[in-house]
């Protein structure tokens, strides 16, 4: 059985003019062990699917529909006092800026020992220690004299670290990462990258990352869920899709980004452009697909029918009526 | 001939510590750079490596501690008063941040003309036609001109950013980061607008920028500093085809790719040094894999390992 079923997410987001879903008729499954990315620009839903599975969804959003089954428990309709045991001791997460997301006024020890006291009912002293532990294993050179430091002490790799820590504290089954090296430089990434591989594969740790870079997802991930406008675009594999990209959306997701060429020679040409923009949240939910306005391939179907996900011959899925005709 | 040639610069930062003493960080420390008209030199280095404070310094935003910053035939460095302020419409500077970047209270239209007001340049009655036409250039509608700076996606802010670089003329743009906080298909347009303009108009950009697939698209020459030197400079093709210094090797190992090629070659581990208590050697020598004792001795001078192929370090290539 999968450690995360997603089954025909509806989240909708309370706005002045009547709700809108930010999330639609989102699947997705995700077995133990296993590294799932959500790739796509901002504003299409990925934080807020992260949101939903933490259950720590803003006050003006609520799940309109459909299910969020975790290791045997569904979470859309668990008391919060439950919910508050899973997060932390069975999912948790790595936010995107690791100088906003630690408290700046406690020691990074007190900071991982909290978490410990609170979920795992420790001493105070078995707390501490347990932090150093959990500090050497995340690679922080001298963790010992490193557990008294404050946050501005640390480097911003260092306190991506800390926080990776945090979320390592109480072993969980999940762990959420939203954009955890967007805000480092490229080789602190690689080391963090690694450090989550390595982690994944040692404790049997589920990852989800999230992220708008297909360098990453190439480098991380088993299976991806391109989304767009609060929709999945395309859902797979990520040699399937990376190999042979059937959404024009992810086409254009990687073809617009300027890639490490092997062969430094080629010619420049133009980057692929994507024109326009995601639309805005209140046409989220009209029965059309919502890429239409800005997709070259785009024709009159597109705009009266939200295509379903069909089947594409490399393993994948993708939301696009140019494959409904084969 | 080059156009803008950048000599022994040095900028360095003042430090209060305690007990009243003060010492100096020193952000850009001997670098020298040319760039020919018409061309860009990419500038790439970690956070905190001193890529923007050098091309800060050379646009006279950061005062220099030294050296000589030639722009055509002028030395910016020694211009002062007046002189100054007329050299400053032939710099011009793209920021990173298109939010904070222009004034919330001013017309899109007022911040594109604010330049040419400022510097008297071109006439008063051409200025609204000039305008109009820089917002053609970067793909702007004419009505535009009357929205706000929050009426506009981060696209398109940029966009007004680039047009007020443009105001003026200039003979050289500093590309701070340009594109490194948009999403990635509007950086797509915002890069393929950068090189219509230069090769329609000419200009000359220092690029700076972390993200190496964006500088290997966008650059004619590229120089890696690290900690406020210049460890690697060389032609684009030469430097990612066969870079020298461990830190390019590092930094080009280091980026995650869509091909999926297994990522092979240097990994760096431990720290930076302290900036403010640089060690006598090379400042790389902490996180190199191949260094040696003789590099914590004294720093490698950056010589030419092949023609225009400048490398600081003892132990170049493989």
Sequence with gaps: MSLLTVENLRIELALRSGPAPVIDDLSLTLEAGKTLSFVGESGCGKSMTALAIMGLLPDVGRVAHGTIRFDGEELTTLPDTRLREIRGNDISMIFQEPMTSLNPVYTVGEQIAEVLRRHKGMSQRDAWTRAIDLLDSVRIPNAKSRVSAYPHEMSGGQRQRVMIAMALSCAPKLIIADEPTTALDVTVQAQIFELLRDLARDTGTALILITHDMGAVAEMADDVVVMYAGRAAEVGPVDAILKDPRHPYTQGLISCVPHLKADPTAARHDLTEIPGIVPPLSSFGTDSCLFASRCAHAHDRCLSARPKAFACPAGQFAACWLEADG | ?318
């Design chain 2, 1 to 318: 001939m080059s156009l803008l040639e950048i000599k022994n610069l040095s900028v360095r930062f003042r430090v209060k510590r305690a007990w009243g003493k003060s010492s100096y960080l020193h952000a850009v420390d001997d670098v020298s750079l040319s760039v020919p008209r018409g061309q860009t030199l990419a500038l790439v280095g970690e956070s905190g490596s001193g890529k923007t404070t050098a091309a800060l310094a050379a646009a006279r935003l950061v005062p220099a501690a030294g050296g000589s910053v030639m722009l055509g035939d002028t030395d910016l460095l020694k211009l002062e008063g007046e002189a100054l302020r007329q050299a400053r419409a032939r710099v011009q500077v793209i920021f990173q941040d298109p939010y904070s970047s222009l004034n919330p209270r001013l017309r899109a239209g007022a911040i594109v003309r604010e330049p040419m007001d400022a510097l008297g340049t071109p006439d008063k009655p051409d200025r609204d036609a000039r305008v109009a036409e820089l917002f053609a250039q970067v793909g702007l509608r004419p009505e535009q001109r009357a929205l706000f700076p929050h009426q506009f996606s981060g696209g398109q802010r940029q966009r007004i950013g680039i047009a007020r670089a443009l105001a003026t003329s200039p003979d050289l743009i500093v590309c701070d980061e340009a594109v490194s906080a948009l999403d990635v298909a509007v950086q797509a347009q915002i890069l393929n607008l950068l090189r219509r303009l230069q090769t329609d108009l000419g200009l000359t950009y220092l690029f700076i920028s972390h993200d190496l697939g964006v500088v290997q698209h966008m650059s004619d020459r590229v120089a890696v500093m690290y900690m406020g030197r210049i460890v690697e400079e060389a032609d684009r093709i030469a430097l990612f085809s066969n870079p020298q210094h461990p830190y390019t090797q590092a930094l080009l190992a280091a980026v995650p790719s869509v091909e999926r090629a297994k990522r092979s070659g240097v990994k760096m581990t431990g720290e930076a040094p302290d900036p403010l208590n640089p060690p006598p050697g090379c400042m790389f020598a902490s996180r190199c894999p191949k260094v040696q004792p003789s590099c914590k001795a004294s720093p490698p001078p950056l010589d030419a390992q092949a023609p225009d192929h400048r490398v600081a370090c003892f132990f170049p290539g493989e």
